[in-house]
């Protein structure tokens, strides 16, 4: 590359200068127009609500969006769900933006691999699709703790989803990292984002009045002032809220377009009317109705008789009109000028008429373990959807295509019972080369992405709708069934714990998708098989292969420490000194301690304790089992209690309850119990490095749970998407390749777990399973998943 001379500097300084003045010349005879790409030329005003429609620039538009999580759905599938969205009808991506996951721990921000966002909503753009976004900072989701970083639940005094400086804090910076990112993505900028959601149905929440307002603009800095909205941090476009009929009367805000959730045609009229008179209705500034209600040509009676109407939610308005029977009561009330009355009442239902959108028309519904299989019929549900465009309405469907719940991010239910989300966000059993029937979540498309019966009714409708041609689906992704895994190599929880307290992992940041190079070696070093060539080595010469973290993650290395944590007393997860002080956001916790006595044992555990005396399980504690009786063993005896987070709280009250593993004291015979050595065991991808080949051990007769075992899956060509079934094993986590797949249990519904084939390699691919209780003989394979009893959704 040339260097320039101290002499030759003032010749390219005279040259650049020229260069300047000449540009200026030319173009001033030119339009500025013209160096704006064609494709931003016409974008001025984005989607507007304008009386009963959405516009976008000079046209009228209907919103036919669907849902599809781009966390949910491994990165190399998303072209193809977003291209069967397109063909069926549909316009509109909608997405929820996951802050646990993008924010794992505070101000370290995540956006790569299946994280990231922006190519998500890119990709949509260029299959033709435009995007609605639900950044949160809450999103429910069916998500652990509704998409909300656990670490914020270090604070013992934190307020979620209010406007608590702790918790504001931290929406600020992540919001800040967050909209970055977003603000490029917007219509006006040449992105396709043409709507916002405001938080995600706070009114059935409504913990504080400040939090919505704060949440639509963004900053917590002047509460007395509403108009800035997201403009704060440069969001431009449409603004929303998303409600049930639970929370539609207490979610709605000033300046943002109210839309609905929903599932069945009963509550559509319902919340249809009442959408009517809370968007800048008779839920207008008690200033403006004060206004309208004091004016000197109305009298006093008519007066009354807007108040009263008002206080009665316009219950007998429809779209556009008031009633006869209302105009004939508003007329006999007042002794005034009724027919000015008539006018201001009118004038308010005019107002009042703005898009009606379902944001959510909910396709089917979610399992709960233990549960049954809900489904939703696929004839119901086109009645629903024709009913709610015929009148008027867009819609959204929630799930167009649900996903898969990998590894732990989960949510549950928490009402008179606890009630931990399944694994699957979406699948169904397949019938023929096209179709299946119904599906968990019962979303359009099933986990694996194939048509279902809801989608071939759905894309005729939406066709018709459209009166254009739609493109064709694309061809289904092939499956397979891979021949049965025998578990060949077992170790031990307890024969673990020694590694781990001498392990130091380290986390490598790398865009490779290659198979995990540790787990490859390891599989390679414990069934004898050939060597092959590690793409990183973790020193020159050496086998050790440094660990891929998320593909599209660069950055240095990170060591991270496994050892166990002393402490006098019970730690709860997210309060553990791990981490960089963020505490353990997922997974199992293991708590250690001795004792000399038996006894009954009883303290507060959250979610799922297994309780061991040495090595032998002898009961549970959870939220029903309260207590488990301590056998007479003599002399000092290792007490241990597995406690499993089988996901928190995504919606409801209790949100702020939400804290893992043991809460406050165990006691023993009512005496509080002290010395514990506490084992983070969240099985990141650096878990499993702490025993490699050599520390494995062959299957024994009768194994010691809880356990891990290890197999290896043959792939002989190219690989294909398929279900794992684990029958005769009853509860645990598997991994492929590193990947953790989610849970299994044995209580159903869900009996399969999704293997997407893009995480499979050909050749050798390592599998471990771990199993708390009972293993089976083999892992077994299948095309189709198994789903459970079914349970029609009413």
Known sequence: MPTWSARRRPGRTLGLLLLVILSFLVLRRWSWRGLVPTWLRHRHSGLQAKGQNFMLEDSTFWIFGGSIHYFRVPREYWRDRLLKLRACGLNTLTTYVPWNLHEPERGKFDFSGNLDLEAFVLLAAEVGLWVILRPGPYVCSELDLGGLPSWLLQDSGMRLRTTYKGFTDAVDLYFDHLMSRVVPLQYRYGGPVIAVQVENEYGSYNRDPAYMPYVKRE????????????????????????????????????????????QSQSELQLLVTYLLSVQRGCLMGEEDLRYRASDTSISPNASLVLWRFCERGCAELVPGVISVSLGQSCAKSGSGSNTRLWTVLRGIVVASVQPKMVMEYWTGWFDSWGGPHNILDSSEVLKTVSAIVDAGSSINLYMFHGGTNFGFMNGALHFQDYKSDVTSYGKCPQLGPFLCTQLYYDAVLTEAGDYTAKYVKLREFFGSVSGAPLPLPPDLLPKTAYEAVKPVFCLSLWDVLPYLEEAVGREVRSRTTELNCVMRSQVEEVFLLPSRPCHQRANPGSGGCLLPATPGRRGPARLFSMQPVSSEKPVNMENLPINDGNGQSFGYTLYETTITSSGILSGLVRDRGQVFVNTVSVGFLDYKRKEVAIPLIQGFILLRILVENCGRVNYGDNINDQRKGLIGDLYLNDSPLRGFKIYSLEMKKGFFKSFLGDKWNPVPDVPTFPAFFLGVLSVPLSPYDTFMKLEGWEKGVVFVNGQNLGRYWNVGPQETLYLPGVWLAEGINQVIVFEEKMAGPMIQFTETPHLGRRQYVD
């Not at 002047?222 to 108009?227: A, I, M, N, R, T």
């Not at 704060?232 to 409600?243: A, F, H, M, P």
């Not at 049930?244 to 709605?252: A, Q, W």
């Open 219 to 262: 900053r917590q800095a002047d509460l007395s002032d509403p108009s800035q909205a997201l403009e704060d941090r440069g969001i431009v476009e449409l603004l929303l809220t998303s409600d049930n009929k639970d929370g539609l009367s207490k979610g709605v805000m000033d300046g943002v377009l109210a839309t609905i959730n929903l």
